[in-house]
Nanobody, 122 residues
């Protein structure tokens, strides 16, 4: 399985970005994709997740109401729409995939992308 993130960049506080996670290498009909982020000097944290089959969504409290996760099964791609961005959202964002049923907030996730940098200036 390969995961490729894109869409990161530099944005001012209050702005928006949409991250994409393009997946390949298996039939994406089971399991889930999660978005995680890691800021400098901090541990990696859960951001959001979506199941491939039903599209059930899960969010960290810190992003609920601002971020929206979605998927396009035909394109095997998961999106993270990030609105009302704050400087504290600055981090490297990673997507992760697991075909098995696992706790979406903690994993374990079997496959990870290389990450995309999101920087929010104040």
């Amino acid at each position: 399985v390969q995961l490729v993130e894109s869409g990161g960049g530099l944005v001012q506080a209050g702005g928006s970005l949409r991250l994409s996670c393009a997946a390949s290498g298996r039939t994406f009909s089971t399991g889930a994709v999660g978005w995680f982020r890691q800021a400098p000097g901090k541990e990696r944290e859960f951001v959001a997740a979506i199941t491939w089959s039903l599209g059930s969504t899960y969010y960290a409290d810190s992003v609920k109401g601002r971020f929206t996760i979605s998927r396009d099964n035909a394109k095997n791609t998961v999106y993270l729409q990030m609105n009302s961005l704050k400087p504290e959202d600055t981090a490297i964002y990673y997507c992760a995939d697991n075909a098995a049923i696992v706790p979406v907030r903690t994993g374990p996730y079997a496959y990870w992308g290389q990450g995309t940098q999101v920087t929010v200036s104040s």
